[in-house]
């Protein structure tokens, strides 16, 4: 192990790095479900969602968390969602 390896910092899972920061500091627009993804139990797993910002359109998708898997029917398609976002980079956002 090489002396600069002792310095370097341990990166921490990028996506839950990038999710805290998104909850944390993103600006809030409303978007909608157009599609879902299911388990073998029909539960949603998987979100598919679009949103504006200035005009533009943006679609995106996510894996749902634990917490909403618990409220998965708020997920439906057509459902309007809070959508966090960053506004330097508004294709990376969350629902929430």
Not at 6 to 19: G, H, N, Q, V
Not at 75 to 95: K, L, M
Request: proline share 3%; charged share 25%.
């Amino acid at each position: 192990m090489g002396i600069l390896n002792i310095f370097r910092r341990k990166k921490a899972d990028d996506e839950t790095s990038r999710r805290a920061g998104l909850l944390r500091t993103g600006r809030i627009t409303e978007g909608s479900i157009f599609d879902i993804i299911t388990d073998e139990a029909g539960a949603i797993t998987q979100v598919f969602y679009n949103y504006e910002i200035n005009s533009v359109e943006y679609e995106s998708s996510q894996t749902l968390d634990d917490g909403q898997k618990q409220h998965s029917l708020d997920y439906f398609p057509g459902a309007r969602v809070t959508v966090r976002f960053n506004p330097r980079q508004p294709g990376n956002s969350v629902v929430v």
